[in-house]
């Protein structure tokens, strides 16, 4: 038991070197120029005009995050169809009721106009 988390240590480790190490190396070796116009505003080779802070509309995060909340859940189905003869038929009625629910959100985020495009 400890060995497993000895070798996800051993990951972990490696991983956080790696990082590490990718990023000294880039810093040491990267030209560095100092260039007063590599600090500025580029928009189409034109100097920017007022501020360059843009105001997104917060649909298109709602609508993001209901994407990723149903890609998500998808997830879970794609195991459970794998090994649903296994599970017997208390697991495909708790499949039902789960796509139910899911098949709920989507009815709802629908009626509330999360999913229109404007």
Do not use: H
């Amino acid at each position: 038991m400890m060995q497993d988390y000895a070798t996800l240590f051993g990951f972990l480790i490696v991983s956080v070197a790696f990082g590490a190490v990718t990023l000294v190396a880039a810093w040491l070796f990267r030209p560095k120029v100092a260039d007063p116009l590599k600090n500025t505003t580029y928009e189409c080779g034109i100097d920017a005009e007022g501020t360059t802070e843009v105001k997104t509309n917060i649909r298109f995060y709602v609508y993001a995050l209901i994407f990723v909340i149903f890609e998500v859940e998808t997830l879970y189905v794609y195991p459970w169809a794998i090994e649903a003869k296994a599970m017997g038929p208390v697991a495909i009625m708790e499949m039902f009721v789960f796509l139910g629910v899911l098949l709920l959100g989507l009815v709802y985020a629908w009626r509330k106009g999360a999913l229109v495009w404007e």
